[in-house]
């Protein structure tokens, strides 16, 4: 997905940067607490907290918004009791805060939560033109489309048919597949005629250190096939929800950054903690992740519990995270080669976690608490 500026015909196509906002999934699920009172509170504290200001755009929900059943005309409803005043009331009032918002639906015969009375909340497989023009019609921004009930149909016919349903309608609306890397989508979900602005990596995430670890390492093995605008999703962030430690939470955020993948907050701000505010608010941090290069950075050493990624930023400088996977601390010495710098050179080493720089020739000497993750950006000097 790219954006094109007006102004100027030669003026060159900007990649969109991995997108960051906030999706009600992890913390509510189908729980009564979603609903548009909490996703226009979340709006009001993108503001207040400083999120919009750190690039926080998105603010998106996910399923059990829809009614169970289509309207007389085969239109897709919200569910009342959840959203009285409409789809579209809503999107007006996150425009409102110069934020952009984003709806979900499932490419096959229904959505994936749970059927009730056998019926699930409508998906869009068979629907994809129809469903495509009312999501533009409620000035939505964004579409997540899930895999769920999917009978059986190829995955690219599914995905292609909906990218080409939502181009049809004239508004640009990010496209995020999520499909679990069920048809590597890698392979496809970021070219022609798909060109989603991100594909799933991996299946769902959830607030546990096992479960952020298994989907870390299965999408930092992709980053080949990340591209400028065309991203790896290995799930949203759990930041904030309580289950893993803060030097868990700030590994999370690290890895997620240096993947350049989504930054999803799931987490209700309307009670988030100081502490994992501060982690999704390390603006050092999301520069990495935003970087205009739009690179994933690639995975150097994957050794006896020790991670090592790189990724090469567009001023010329390289960022750099070092995890400790194990349940033991760890003293790692990365090399300036290691992390492809010339030997011999002489660098900054900016510490994104502890704001602070340290001048030398680019090796780095770490002693890792368990589970914990450094964090650098490397220059030249
Ligand atoms: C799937 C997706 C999740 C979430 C749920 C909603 O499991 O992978 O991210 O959207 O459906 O039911």
Not at 203 to 229: C, R, W
Request: contains cysteine; aromatic residues 10%.
């Amino acid at each position: 997905m790219f954006v094109v500026f007006a102004g100027g015909a030669t003026a060159a196509p900007t990649p969109m940067p991995p997108q960051m906002g906030f999706n009600n999934w992890n913390s509510t699920h189908c729980r009564d607490e979603f609903n548009e009172a909490m996703i226009r509170g979340i709006a009001d504290k993108f503001i207040s907290l400083g999120l919009r200001d750190a690039g926080y755009r998105y603010v998106n929900i996910d399923d059990c918004w829809a009614n169970w059943q289509r309207d007389k005309d085969g239109n897709l409803q919200p569910n009342p009791k959840r959203f009285p005043s409409g789809i579209k009331a809503l999107a007006d009032y996150i425009h409102q805060h110069d934020l952009k918002f984003g709806l979900y639906s499932s490419a096959g015969t229904s959505t994936c939560e749970p059927l009730k009375e056998n019926r699930g909340f409508p998906g869009g497989l068979n629907h994809e033109k129809q469903d495509a023009a009312t999501i533009a019609s409620w000035d939505v921004d964004y579409l997540k489309y899930d895999n769920c009930n999917n009978q059986k149909v190829d995955a690219k016919q599914r995905y292609t048919a909906m990218a080409e349903a939502l181009r049809s309608t004239g508004r640009p609306i990010f496209y995020s597949m999520c499909e679990w890397g069920e048809n590597k989508p890698w392979l496809w979900g970021g070219k022609p005629p798909v060109d989603a602005g991100s594909w799933r990596t991996t299946g769902d995430i959830s607030d546990t250190y096992a479960s952020m670890l298994k989907n870390f390492k299965e999408n930092v093995v992709l980053n080949q096939y990340a591209t400028p605008g065309h991203y790896n999703d290995p799930d949203m962030l759990e930041v904030g929800n309580g289950g893993m430690t803060n030097t868990e939470y700030r590994t999370h955020f690290s890895l997620w950054s240096i993947m350049a993948a989504p930054l999803l907050i799931g987490t209700d701000l309307r009670t988030i903690k100081p502490d994992a505010l501060e982690i999704l608010l390390n603006k050092e941090v999301i520069a990495v992740d935003q970087d205009a290069l739009g690179v994933q950075g690639k995975q150097v050493r994957d050794a006896d519990g020790i991670h090592v990624i790189v990724k090469p930023l567009k001023d010329g400088s390289r960022a750099v995270a070092v995890f400790n996977e194990t349940d033991t601390p760890h003293d790692v010495s990365v090399s300036a080669t290691e992390i492809g710098l010339k030997s011999g050179g002489s660098y900054n080493a900016r510490d994104l976690w502890a704001h602070s720089d340290a001048k030398g020739d680019g090796a780095l000497k770490l002693s890792l608490p368990a589970h914990a993750t450094a964090m650098y950006r490397i220059s030249q000097l």
